[in-house]
């Protein structure tokens, strides 16, 4: 069965240093979305991709982080500096659903775990 | 932009009982509705999703039901079983502003089924 790849697991960084997520979505979704969910929450939309291109990027903090898909396929998340705040796991989703197309289900990767110390 | 409540936040019942964890979403707009489980360490898995031509979707256990008017979705789960234990999490999806599906997610129920 086709799955979200996300790395590493778990992440444990130095607050000021740089840290990067990998995610390879499901082949053929269009749609990639990163989510941050901080402990005891829902996910929140920090950046969602339509093939290469940004479509929604409202939420993210674009003074510390930085998001690609430079193919189209897979995606880079980075945060530079990072801070305590920032320990969430940041999870990887992708989907079938194109522009003003019928909604499809979104597939989640098994999530990326950053702690900040 | 959308805003979508979701209520309890901890649920404990009995082997056997009935769960309801009812969510509201704010976007007139919105038309998919999905339902994720998340168990400890692991990403969301959907269990089942509606969409707004729809009021009610049954699937073995499970069941949502929507009503557009009051903006409100429901899921219910029927003859709990330990392994339902998990954090469940509505979620409201709508086009507007970007044109391209977007998923707002409520604050999560944490769900524990003592046998």
């Known amino acids: 069965e086709a799955e979200v790849a996300q790395s590493p697991r778990y992440k444990i960084t130095e607050k000021s240093q740089a840290v990067a997520f990998w995610c390879d979505p499901i082949?053929?979704?269009?749609?990639l979305y990163w989510y941050r969910q901080i402990l005891g929450q829902g996910p929140e939309l920090l950046v969602q991709?339509?093939?290469?291109?940004?479509?929604?990027d409202s939420q993210l903090p674009k003074d510390r982080f930085s998001a690609e898909r430079l193919k189209g396929v897979d995606s880079t998340l980075k945060i530079q500096p990072a801070e305590l705040g920032d320990s969430a796991m940041y999870l990887c989703a992708s989907s079938l659903a194109g522009p003003l197309r019928m909604n499809t289900e979104a597939f989640f990767g098994q999530g990326t775990r950053l702690t900040v110390v | 932009g959308e805003n979508v409540e979701q209520h309890p936040s901890t649920l404990s019942v009995q082997e056997g009982d009935s769960a309801v964890i009812k969510c509201t979403y704010s976007?007139?707009?919105?038309?998919?509705f999905p339902w994720y489980k998340q168990e400890l360490g692991k990403g969301p898995q959907l269990i089942i999703d509606i969409r707004s031509n729809v009021g009610e979707k049954k699937d073995q256990r499970i069941a949502v039901t929507l009503n557009k008017t009051a903006k409100h979705f429901s899921l219910h789960i029927t003859e709990t079983q330990p392994e339902d234990s998990a954090v469940y999490f509505c979620a409201a999806s709508t086009h507007r502003n970007t044109g391209f599906q977007k998923l707002v997610f409520g604050t999560g129920t944490r769900l524990l089924v003592s046998p």
């Open positions: 082949s053929g979704h269009a749609t």
């Open positions: 976007d007139s707009a919105s038309n998919y």
């Open positions: 991709f339509q093939d290469e291109s940004v479509v929604d």
